[in-house]
C-alpha cells in the first residue's frame, strides 16, 4: 500500500508502457508477430504434407531461413525456392530475397501423425489374389487382416 502523502498513479496503456520502458519486449513481440504472418503465408504457399513439415527458423535481414525434419522435403524445397520467393513477394511479404533451408528435428508435437491410408480396392484386389494363389496360411491370414497366422497342428 502506498503512503497517504505519495502522489496518485494512474494506469498506463500497454502500448504506452512498451514504447517507453519494454522496447526489447515490444521489439520481440514485433518479431513474433512477423514469424507467425509468416508460418501462416509459408502455409497457404506449400502444399500441405509439405507446410506440415516446414517451420521458419529465424529471418536474417533478406535472408528467410526454413528447417525441416525430412531430407527430401528440403530437397523438394530448396528446387522450388525460386517460385517460393516470388510467390511470397506476389503474397506481400517484402524483403526477402534468399531462402536457406536447413534440416533438423523439429520441436516435439510439431509433425502431424502418420496416418495410414487406407489400399484402393484394385490393390486390395491384387492381394487377395496373390493370397489366394500363393497356398500358404500364414500368407493368406496376414493379407486377409488377422495379422496372425493360424497355429499348425
Not at 3 to 18: M, Y
Given at each position: 500500500m502506498s503512503?497517504?502523502?505519495?502522489?496518485?498513479?494512474?494506469?498506463?496503456?500497454?502500448?504506452?508502457?512498451?514504447r517507453t520502458r519494454g522496447a526489447g519486449f515490444g521489439e520481440l513481440l514485433a518479431r513474433a508477430r512477423e514469424y507467425q504472418r509468416l508460418e501462416q503465408v509459408l502455409g497457404r504457399l506449400l502444399a500441405p504434407e509439405l507446410a506440415a513439415l516446414t517451420r521458419i527458423a529465424v529471418r536474417h535481414e533478406a535472408r528467410l531461413v526454413l528447417v525441416t525434419s525430412s531430407a527430401a522435403v528440403a530437397a523438394r524445397l530448396r528446387l522450388d525456392s525460386q517460385r517460393l520467393l516470388q510467390d511470397l513477394a506476389e503474397a506481400g511479404t517484402t524483403g526477402i530475397a534468399e531462402l536457406e533451408v536447413r534440416v533438423a528435428p523439429l520441436p516435439a508435437g510439431t509433425t502431424p501423425e502418420r496416418t495410414r491410408r487406407p489400399l484402393s480396392p484394385a490393390a486390395r484386389q491384387a492381394l487377395d489374389r496373390f493370397a489366394r494363389d500363393s497356398g500358404d496360411p500364414e500368407i493368406e491370414a496376414i493379407i486377409r487382416g488377422s495379422g496372425k497366422p493360424p497355429k499348425r497342428t
Open positions: 503512503p497517504p502523502d505519495a502522489p496518485a498513479r494512474r494506469a498506463r496503456p500497454v502500448n504506452e508502457w512498451l
